[in-house]
């Protein structure tokens, strides 16, 4: 990973956006990773299909915590067929992984988006092989 990406990761960990919890969320949904111990939950505010509103809460690595802040910016405004055709490699390029290295911290990059697609496709879990 290159200096530009790793610090974009550091920030985004120390200081994420769209951090906490929405009560009056229309999606809520949360993924593990038992893997490593990451848990990112992601609520929703959808009015007349748009996201108009998204925040994320959790715990784990810098990886999993930059990701989901990441995406939270990236998926503010669109509509819910925009978001859920957004691709795990969209996501990966915002935080500079490779999809051929490191299958654990992988797994951590695309533990919000997991979050994401699940609560708006109203399932219990989706798998990385469908993101």
């Known amino acids: 990973m290159d200096d530009l990406y ?23 949904h949360e993924e593990y990773n038992p893997l490593c111990g990451d848990k990112v939950r992601i609520d929703l505010i959808i009015e007349d299909d748009v996201i108009i509103d ?10 999993s915590q930059a990701s989901a802040s ?17 691709q795990k490699d969209e996501l990966l390029e915002l935080i500079g ?4 290295k490191n299958p654990t911290r992988l797994r ?3 533990l919000s988006l997991k979050a994401l697609k699940a609560g708006l ?5 989706i798998h990385d092989e469908d993101l």
């Open 6 to 28: 790793q610090q974009q990761i550091i920030e985004h960990a120390r200081r994420p956006h769209n951090f906490g919890t929405l009560s009056e969320a229309t999606i809520s």
């Open 54 to 63: 998204v925040r994320f809460s959790g715990q784990g690595c810098a990886i």
């Open 70 to 86: 990441l995406l939270t910016d990236e998926i503010k405004g669109l509509s819910v067929n925009a978001a859920k055709e957004y």
């Open 97 to 100: 992984i490779p999809l051929d």
């Open 108 to 110: 951590c990059a695309l």
């Open 121 to 125: 496709y109203g399932v219990g879990n």
